[in-house]
Each structure stands twice: as structure tokens, then as C-alpha cells.
């Protein structure tokens, strides 16, 4: 993959990886145990890395968005947990409110979010509106200069811990699909409250966390964009989104297949097994190929819709399957936590779930298509 990065981009991800080894792992393991990352978000926020395609009169790096997509896959090598809380902290929140914000509002919020001083969360799954985001109910009623929001939303990543919410509601319920706009949301306003925090397979240093809007009365200037435009900028953020959760399960893969390499260089196998790393290693190659297009039509303001879904289809099928591979080429020790085999077991498999699921990739891709 080097010949589809410029030399920028090369000491970019040596940067990453660096930092990844040397901050990033030692604390997988409270991680592990649940200890959701703060001082790590810190140093993350001083090195940039939580403004990296942010412009710099942002307090941004003002890297291009395949140097971005590069952090998160490097990053997610090491912790898939601090690949998807980079992730949705800058592509469905930070860049949404710089492509559609006021002026007011991106100096407003920008600045504190690439710096790291403001952690973001993207709320738009609700109980009964997962992968159809059209049915959402969560309701804001627009009382004389304020909106009044009143509903609950589901498995917000980053939820409880983030200081910024970007909150997708019902501005005209007669027709919802035209009528969601998008709300910033900060964490102290009255009847915003913190619900269940889930207990999930994977990610385990991640929150994942229900929300409850009860009579949450914002100002209308926290309205992001024009009232009715919530969806449009919903899906349009979901592509940036869909490319970094990409990248997330490429990190997965790789971090994977590398474990099984090194594990049956010290544990020689018989040749029937050995060659199984073939298949893995050319589809971890194909998922690349197809995440780092994404990246680049990104990048060029071509139109991406197509080629993040599949980018996203493909990496987290990639990763399901290279880390279920490796407990089996690991064998008993693949399933115990002496190896690093089971957790990229457990971290995979949501990659096909959040964002889209695979079956709305599909479905996105065959609309583009016909």
C-alpha cells in the first residue's frame, strides 16, 4: 500500500504508530476493564490527532483525509476502542459542524473539538429507528427563540463522556424524512440526562450509552444548518463515517493476521495450516485497496457514496473473518487472553453493525448501482 502514499503521508503513519506503541497500548488493558480513555484523548487532543483534516484556523492539522483515514487504521491496530472514538468524535461530529455550521457556531465549537478540549458524540439511533434513520420520533418543538427536545436516543457512542452532542430530531412530524433537522446539544443543559451504559461484547473501553432528552430547551442558534436539512447531513456525514469505521476494521484484520503470523513462526504448523494465511493476507489487501479509495474519492470531493459503503461491506466482513481465522490457527491459546486473539475477536464483529449495518451497505451500494 506505500505506493498510494505520498511521503507526507508516511511520516504520518509512522507518527501514529509510534504514538499508538508507545501511549496507546499500555492502556488497553484497563481498557479492557472498562476505564474509558480520558488522559489518552488528552494527549491525543495536544498531538492533533483529534484535528487532523481540521482546518488550522481550527486548531486543526490541516492534513488531507487519507492522512486521517491512516491515523484511525493505525491507531486501531493497537485499540479499536481509541479508533472508533477518533472516529465518530471527527467524522460524524466535528466535520459536520465545519461543513454546515454557521460561523459562529464552527468558531464556536471547532476549535474545542479538533484541540481535544471538547470530546463529540453523533445521536441518531433511537429504539424504534436503527438502520431505517427516517424513523426516528425523538421531537424538537420550536417555542418562540428556543427548541424544546423531548425523546431518547440509543447506543451513543461516546455517550456521557462527550461534552458536545450532535442530536437529530423532528422538527415536522408529518413528514419526517424532510423534516429532521440536527441540534448541538451541550452536556450540561437541563433534562439532558445519562442513561444505560451497555455492557457489550467488545469495545469494551468505549460507552455506549442510552440518552434521554426531557424538556431540553436550546437556543434556536444551536440549530446546525437549515431546519428540515438533518437527514441530508446525516447521510452525507455517514459516508466520512463509514470510510473511518473502515479503516477501524482494517486496523482489526491486520492486528489479527500479524498476531497468527508470529504465533506459528513459534509454533510451527503443518503446511495445510500455515497456507490458510495466504487467503487472509490477499482479502486484508483487497479490504485496503478498497478503504484507501474511498479515502482519496473523499479527499478529491468526488461523489463517495458508493465507495464507502463498500469499503465498509468488505473491511468489517474482512475483519469478522481474518480474527475468527486466527482463533482457529491459534487454537486453545487463541481463545484464552494470553494472546491478543480473542479481543480482536470480540472488537470485529460490531464493525458490520454500527454506522450501517452490512445488509444497508448493500442496500446503498444497489441503489447506486441501478
Known sequence: ???????????????????????????????????????????????????????????????????????????????????????????????????????????????????GQKLGAFCLTEPTAGSDASSIQLRAEQVDEHYILNGTKIFITSGGEAELYLVFAVTDPASAKKNISAFIVEKDTPGFTIGKDEKKMGLHGSKTVTLHFDGVRIPKEQLLGAEGEGFRMAMSSLNAGRIGIAAQSLGIAEAALTEAVTYLKQ?????????????????????????????????????????????????????????????????????????HAERYFRDAKICEIYEGTSEIQRLVICKQLI
Open 267 to 339: 509454533h510451527p504448523a503443518g503446511l495445510e495450516t500455515t497456507i490458510r494465511l495466504g487467503d487472509l493476507a490477499a482479502k486484508l489487501e483487497a479490504a485496503k485497496l478498497l478503504v484507501y479509495q474511498a479515502a482519496a474519492y473523499k479527499e478529491a470531493n468526488r461523489p463517495v457514496t458508493k465507495e464507502a459503503s463498500m469499503a465498509k461491506l468488505f473491511a468489517s466482513r474482512t475483519a469478522v473473518e481474518i480474527s475468527t481465522e486466527v482463533i482457529h490457527l491459534l487454537g486453545m491459546d487463541g481463545y484464552t487472553n494470553r494472546y
Open 1 to 115: 500500500m506505500d505506493v498510494m502514499l505520498t511521503e507526507q503521508q508516511r511520516l504520518w503513519r509512522e507518527q501514529v504508530a509510534a504514538f499508538a506503541r508507545q501511549h496507546v497500548l499500555p492502556e488497553v488493558e484497563a481498557m479492557e476493564q472498562g476505564q474509558f480513555p480520558r488522559t489518552l484523548i488528552a494527549k491525543m487532543g495536544k498531538q492533533g490527532f483529534l484535528g487532523l483534516p481540521i482546518p488550522a484556523v481550527y486548531q486543526g492539522l490541516e492534513a488531507d483525509f487519507t492522512t486521517y483515514i491512516i491515523a484511525i487504521h493505525e491507531l486501531s491496530k493497537v485499540s479499536a476502542t481509541i479508533g472508533v472514538i477518533v472516529s465518530v468524535h471527527t467524522s460524524v461530529v466535528t466535520m459536520p459542524i465545519l461543513a454546515f455550521g454557521t460561523t459562529e457556531q464552527k468558531e464556536s465549537y471547532v476549535p474545542l473539538l479538533a484541540s
